[in-house]
């Protein structure tokens, strides 16, 4: 129905900079009904948490952690989500996972970037 793919994943020292980019292909239909579309992340022992979503209106929201490092974007013609991470701390290492909220249905999920954050 939908596949997301990242991209952008890499390691940085501390302080760098990354973006991680998503676009949603598949079926127009069911791309047409995703609403919010964001970002989460799992770090090795902890469980999967959201950093960021924007809603197809606009419309952010961010974890308190990365209120004022990272910013989320959206182009809804190019069904693509990307997140610019400024600031990096080795906190921030992990797994980030695209997802994309459908009006109604399951979540849909990427396979997973990698981001490492060097002290």
């Known amino acids: 129905q939908v596949q997301l793919v990242e991209s952008g994943g890499g390691l940085v020292q501390a302080g760098g900079s990354l973006r991680l980019s998503c676009a949603a292909s598949?079926?127009?239909?069911?791309?047409?009904?995703?609403?919010?579309m964001g970002w989460y992340r799992q770090a090795p022992g902890k469980q999967r948490e959201l950093v960021a979503d924007?809603?197809?209106?606009?419309?952010?929201n961010y974890v308190d952690s990365v209120k004022g490092r990272f910013t989320i974007s959206r182009d809804n013609a190019k069904n693509t989500v990307s997140l610019q991470m400024n600031s990096l701390k080795p906190d921030d290492t992990a797994v980030y996972y695209c997802?994309?909220?459908?009006?109604?249905?399951?979540?849909?999920w990427g396979k997973g970037t990698q981001v490492t954050v060097s002290s």
């Open positions: 997802a994309a909220d459908p009006v109604y249905g399951s979540r849909y």
């Open positions: 598949g079926t127009i239909f069911f791309i047409n009904i995703i609403n919010a």
């Open positions: 924007i809603t197809r209106g606009g419309r952010t």
